[in-house]
């Protein structure tokens, strides 16, 4: 099996869309320009949503035109109709995620829709993406928990993941949007969903609220998961998602990795620097524990 992980760095668009003093453009350009040079594959630069849902990405259009496309380096977006595929696409966007849930409540909270009409709506997406050249990330949510429904079958992940699978999406990612999992139930939701999804195809996605994303994700990897999402300084949360915290650190993650022998091809130190530069922006302390311990004085 693989020694290598390919980190996701989600924090642009999952990091910033639940902070509430609103960023500046030029703050989340610098951000994204200095993740692009600590060796990351994958960052999610920002989300093309309605701007009256979520008010902190409506610069989604300046952020991408403006920030530095290092080779190598993809910068997906997160669209949840056409019309935020088609605005990501006027600027450039050449990978998109689309986004639904597990659980009925929650999606009608985020996006104003039911699974099935959700997944209606990707379906235009993925004609036009695959027409465009364009790869399709899905996300599943509250794959561990809904803050609305609790307890979320897992049979509901599996039919949810399977379909943005057959539609066409080149990778999901199973997240736990509030953070509730434990190690044993997140190992047995993601065998559960390998059991139908090619492992290779997934990623996990966990949110730190209860403490539990590092342990949930080294029984993710045991079980063959090689792509972990994880967001600078452990910012984020959903704003749909009510008491949910922010994702893993990613430093925390790499630190973690690399302790392991594994590779992700980042540079610790580089985003470690960038992780304490975005709790400065934001005006708070970092989430990072490794991140805290490196800049300890
Ligand atoms: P709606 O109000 O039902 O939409 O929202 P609508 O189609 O009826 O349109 C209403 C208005 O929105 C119209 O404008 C549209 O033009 C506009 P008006 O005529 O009133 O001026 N509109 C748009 N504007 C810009 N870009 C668009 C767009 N679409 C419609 N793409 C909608 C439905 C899906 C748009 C809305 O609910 C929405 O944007 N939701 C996004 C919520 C969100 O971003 N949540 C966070 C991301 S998901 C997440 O964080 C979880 C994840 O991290 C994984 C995990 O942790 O589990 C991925
Ligand atoms: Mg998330």
């Given at each position: 099996?693989?020694?290598?992980?390919?980190?996701?760095?989600?924090?642009?668009?999952?990091?910033?869309?639940?902070?509430?003093?609103?960023?500046?453009?030029?703050?989340?350009?610098?951000?994204?320009?200095?993740?692009?040079?600590?060796?990351?594959?994958t960052i999610e630069a920002t989300s093309f949503v309605s701007p009256k849902w979520v008010p902190q990405l409506a610069d989604a259009a300046e952020v991408f035109t403006a920030i530095r496309k290092a080779p190598g380096v993809v910068y997906p977006v997160l669209v949840p109709n056409l019309q935020g595929y088609e605005r990501a696409r006027e600027v450039g966007a050449t990978e998109v995620a689309v986004f639904t849930a597990a659980s009925e409540a929650f999606n009608q909270k985020n996006i104003n829709a039911s699974i099935d009409e959700s997944i209606e709506r990707f379906v235009p997406v993925l004609e036009r993406a695959?027409?465009?050249?364009?790869?399709?990330?899905?996300?599943?949510?509250?794959?561990?928990?809904?803050?609305?429904?609790?307890?979320?079958?897992?049979?509901?992940?599996?039919?949810?993941?399977?379909?943005?699978?057959?539609?066409?999406?080149?990778?999901?990612?199973?997240?736990?949007?509030?953070?509730?999992?434990?190690?044993?139930?997140?190992?047995?939701?993601?065998?559960?969903?390998?059991?139908?999804?090619?492992?290779?195809?997934?990623?996990?996605?966990?949110?730190?609220?209860?403490?539990?994303?590092?342990?949930?994700?080294?029984?993710?990897?045991?079980?063959?998961?090689?792509?972990?999402?994880?967001?600078?300084?452990?910012?984020?949360?959903?704003?749909?998602?009510?008491?949910?915290?922010?994702?893993?650190?990613s430093e925390d993650v790499v630190y973690m990795l690399h302790g392991m022998g594994m590779t992700t091809g980042?540079?610790?130190?580089?985003?470690?620097?960038?992780?304490?530069w975005l709790a400065e922006q934001l005006g708070k302390e970092t989430a990072s524990r490794v991140t805290r311990a490196r800049t300890a004085a």
């Open positions: 099996m693989s020694n290598h992980v390919r980190i996701v760095e989600v924090g642009p668009r999952d990091g910033l869309q639940n902070e509430k003093t609103l960023l500046a453009a030029a703050v989340k350009i610098e951000l994204i320009n200095r993740l692009s040079d600590t060796g990351l594959a695959c027409a465009d050249g364009v790869a399709v990330r899905g996300y599943v949510s509250t794959v561990l928990g809904c803050p609305y429904q609790g307890d979320v079958p897992v049979a509901d992940v599996v039919r949810v993941a399977k379909r943005l699978h057959a539609l066409g999406c080149h990778e999901i990612s199973l997240g736990d949007t509030i953070g509730v999992g434990t190690p044993a139930r997140a190992r047995a939701m993601l065998r559960a969903v390998a059991s139908e999804v090619p492992m290779a195809a997934l990623a996990v996605h966990f949110h730190d609220t209860y403490g539990q994303a590092l342990a949930n994700i080294l029984a993710c990897l045991e079980e063959g998961v090689r792509v972990v999402d994880s967001a600078v300084s452990g910012t984020g949360g959903c704003p749909y998602a009510k008491g949910a915290t922010g994702n893993v650190a980042v540079d610790l130190d580089r985003l470690v620097q960038t992780g304490a």
